[in-house]
């Protein structure tokens, strides 16, 4: 099989070998390792033993290559693959517009085109592309600021979200959201949230909407809920908050991990107790799993099994996936923290360049194929560019349009009016 | 054409009551309705998703709109938890995706028993008793509101929704319009507030000054039984988020209220007794520390018009200004600390829109800025008591 998972045990170099002697205005003072502020637990292990004080009525499971095998035999026997052809193209695309796109948006900022707070997802499209490609539309999908491409895998189409970032009033949100607010009701993506954390309960009320349906207007209904964070997000009290009800519950929510060991410059092991965070989900009595996030089909694997738990109602899942991000934090961030070998270790990881050569190693497609899917795709972004640039900005009338839902909560003006009444209000003209 | 009765004076408080208030018995809240012609229905259209429904107009405290119909029906009598039980009941009836989240909602009925008796009718799923996790649970409303349901959820004390001041303000308040419209939240956030009897500085708190600057949410006040009823109704049919706010010393207030189904509006404010001399805007509990000064002024040979402005957010500027353009001259009581409250805003509101019609400052009355004490006496010296509101009355009529 070409993803062979490394038992490895990757350690987040420390910070002092990173440090060049002429960058002065850090603030991070550079620490011996003696000094070394953290956990010092290995990151993940490999270890089928289980204390019996630990165990719970769920089990825990860390995905090895082993795993994976048994599962590769079991699900396609006749040809002992992962994934059809047409999964495969499917896959790829997903990815490269992902990476595509994000690329574009670097580009874009740089030109002046978009501002702000812009997040890029580049070498995290495995675990998007691995899970949001398994849901029906129905399912929701619940993101962080890091959300352009989880919108794009649910299927919002890429020039709604370029023209969200370029401000205008053909975005998905008119405009209104911006990088870090990516909403679209009719792919179910539930957000883009800026504050970490503040997705997850959103995510798990939607997954109690589902049970809602199904139990109490007894509808039928096993919409799934994702809720993608990352590790910053993992020592946040809505975390464990949110762990708890989803389990007590039991909603149908896969809580996603995407573990790039950097919260912008804090280190996940100078952050976290216990590091391994897949050992929180026994805690509160759902399965923790721990997957290589660089590698697409693992994390389908282990997103189809979450998933499916979810639907026949056995409750939710916690999924780590170890995952990494190409570019920094932000684009404003200058990345200066990470150790330069990490990052190359991780770019020999990438998970587009592995899912090629895996499909074209067992012949699901030729460079061909492939080629021009990274063609049509660079099409794709390129018209998504020229239609956000074409776009018109939001003219003033739609300052105050989507401030209520029922615009009467303007209230009643002096002259006996509900302020909405006013013509000029939309305008943005009249007095509020 | 209205109908104007003089109110005799605030409700009958029951035992749970302080000395300050007379325990006269009165039995029942005699206002008197001022009705709102309904030429007022919105009809405007407005890009975006409002869709312009019927309105109730009729924002006051009203028994009955002639006296003919309320000789058909005597009406109930009831308490105010019961009153927001029986609103809340009757919308669960009617819309099964009304659902309650709160913490003791269920099995205990909730801490002021607003909720008694709907988890055994309607099931643990629509009455859902949550863990103590304000911020989640809240943002969990949030969520659910977003894919179809209503949940009204119950801060225990509303200092306790302090804790789910995130999901509040980015989620309630703002995800509608950062979502472009697309996504709704029907949430209903409500619980008791206010200085109660000697609970202490964190059980005393009043949010209707924290939330007020969040954007896209819409804060009530309920204050009698009747009106209690009616918002809660109104905010829970309301597409916005409503905050409501109760009182922890007025939910045994007793009062008769019609048989038949209403709905109040949310923006309207009540006129509780009309006046030539003086506006005393008001809300909430101090609306009685209000009606029981009103006796002595009347007596004293003043004419107060009292005005409970109901709606905190967005302020009801129609009833408020055409009360300040008949007395010229006003007088808040509210029950937020000096800083920043209700008082404040609305002080600055009557300035803006009304300061031609002014013959003297505003003067606005509001509770100390000071965590409420535990000792009964500090407590008392930090809100607003009757005796101040006449002097503040006298002075300002001058």
Same mark, same amino acid.
């Given at each position: 099989m070409a993803f062979s998972a490394t038992t490895k045990i990757i350690q987040p170099m =420390?910070?002092? *070998?990173? !440090?060049?002697?002429?960058?002065?205005? *850090? @603030?991070n003072k550079i620490l011996s390792p003696s000094s070394f502020l953290g956990s010092n637990n290995k990151l993940f292990s490999i270890s089928k033993t289980i204390s019996p004080l630990s165990r719970r009525s769920a089990t825990v499971v860390a995905v090895s290559s082993d795993v994976v095998k048994k599962k590769k035999v079991e699900s396609n026997p006749a040809s002992n693959l992962l994934i059809t052809k047409e999964e495969g193209l499917e896959l790829y695309e997903d990815m490269i517009l992902g990476r595509a796109f994000e690329d574009m948006c670097a580009q874009m900022y740089y030109r002046g085109k978009m501002f702000g707070f812009v997040h890029l997802y580049n070498g995290q499209e495995a675990v998007s592309t691995g899970f949001i490609k398994l849901l029906g539309n129905r399912d929701c999908v619940v993101s962080t600021y890091r959300d352009h491409v989880h919108a794009l895998s649910k299927g919002v189409p890429a020039r709604a979200v370029m023209s969200e970032l370029f401000g205008k009033a053909t975005g998905c949100c008119r405009g209104q959201g911006g990088s870090m607010h990516m909403f679209s009701k009719e792919h179910n993506v539930l957000g883009g949230f800026a504050f970490i954390g503040e997705g997850i309960p959103v995510a798990t009320g939607a997954a109690f909407t589902s049970k809602y349906r199904r139990?109490?207007?007894? $509808? &039928?209904c096993d919409d799934v809920t994702l809720a993608f964070f990352g590790d910053g997000t993992c020592n946040n009290g809505q975390f464990f908050e949110c762990l708890n009800m989803a389990a007590l519950w039991k909603l149908p929510i896969v809580f996603v991990v995407e573990n790039n060991l950097w919260a912008i410059g804090m280190s996940h092991l100078r952050a976290t107790s216990d590091p391994q965070i897949w050992k929180k989900g026994p805690a509160f009595g759902m399965p923790g799993v721990h997957v290589d996030g660089m590698d697409v089909l693992k994390v389908r694997e282990v997103a189809k099994e979450a998933i499916t738990r979810a639907r026949r109602g056995e409750g939710p899942t916690l999924v780590e996936c170890e995952t990494y991000r190409f570019?920094?934090? *932000?684009?404003? &961030?200058?990345? $200066?923290?990470?150790d330069p070998a990490e990052k190359a270790h991780y770019a020999t990881r990438d998970p587009i360049t592995a899912l090629k050569k895996y499909l074209m190693e067992n012949s699901l497609a030729s460079e061909a194929e492939l080629t021009a899917i990274e063609k049509k795709i660079e099409e794709v972004v390129e018209e998504a560019v020229e239609f956000a640039d074409k776009s018109p900005v939001p003219a003033r009338s739609q300052l105050l349009e989507n401030v209520f839902a029922d615009p009467r909560g303007f209230g009643i003006g002096p002259d006996g009016k =509900? !302020? @909405? $009444?006013?013509?000029k209000f939309t305008e943005g003209t009249a007095q509020v | 054409m209205a109908a104007m009765l003089q109110a005799i004076g605030g409700a009958s408080p029951s035992v749970a009551f302080s000395d300050h208030y007379n325990k006269s018995s009165v039995s029942s809240i005699r206002s008197f309705p001022v009705i709102r012609s309904d030429a007022r229905s919105s009809s405007g259209s407005i890009h975006g998703s409002f869709k312009p429904g019927k309105i109730i107009t009729k924002a006051t405290a009203t028994q009955t709109e002639s006296s003919a119909s309320a000789a058909s029906k005597p009406g109930h009598e009831l308490l105010m938890f019961e009153a927001l039980r029986e609103g809340l009941e009757e919308e669960m009836d009617r819309d099964p995706r009304v659902c309650v989240f709160g913490e003791d909602v269920g099995h205990y009925g909730g801490s002021y028993k607003v909720t008694k008796g709907l988890a055994q009718k309607y099931g643990d799923l629509r009455v859902l008793d949550t863990p103590i996790a304000e911020n989640s649970f809240t943002g969990m409303a949030v969520g659910a509101a977003m894919t179809g349901l209503r949940p009204v959820v119950e801060g225990m004390n509303m200092g306790f929704l302090l804790l789910a001041f995130n999901q509040i303000s980015d989620? /309630?308040?703002?995800l509608h319009y950062t979502s472009g419209g697309q996504f709704t939240i029907p949430t209903v956030i409500r619980g008791p507030g206010g200085v109660g009897r000697q609970l202490g500085a964190e059980h005393s708190q009043r949010l209707e000054s924290y939330f007020q600057s969040i954007p896209g949410i819409q804060l009530v006040a309920c204050s009698t039984v009747y009106n209690a009823k009616g918002l809660m109704k109104a905010a829970i049919r309301s597409e916005n988020p409503v905050v409501l706010f109760e009182h922890v010393l007025l939910y045994n207030l007793k009062e008769r209220i019609p048989d038949e189904e209403y709905v109040l509006s949310l923006e309207e404010a009540e006129m509780v007794r009309p006046g030539e001399h003086i506006t005393i805007l008001t809300y909430s509990r101090m609306r009685y520390h209000v009606m029981q000064a009103a006796k002595t002024l009347v007596n004293k040979g003043y004419d107060p018009e009292v005005i409970d402005i109901r709606s905190l957010k967005p302020f009801d500027l129609y009833t408020i200004g055409n009360s300040v353009k008949k007395t010229h001259r006003v007088l808040i009581v509210e029950? /937020?600390?000096?800083?920043?409250g209700i008082g404040a805003s609305l002080t600055a509101a009557i300035n803006e829109n009304f300061h031609d019609y002014l013959d003297a400052p505003i003067v606005c009355l509001s509770s100390q800025d000071v965590p409420t004490p535990y000792a009964g006496t500090l407590e008392e010296w930090t809100v607003v008591q009757p005796s101040q509101i006449v002097a503040a009355v006298e002075q300002l009529c001058k």
């Open positions: =420390y910070i002092n *070998s990173a !440090r060049s002697p002429d960058k002065s205005d *850090s @603030c139990e109490a207007l007894k $509808e &039928d570019r920094g934090h *932000s684009l404003a &961030d200058p990345d $200066e923290l990470r =509900y !302020r @909405c $009444e006013d013509p | 989620n /309630c308040g703002m029950e /937020c600390m000096r800083t920043g």
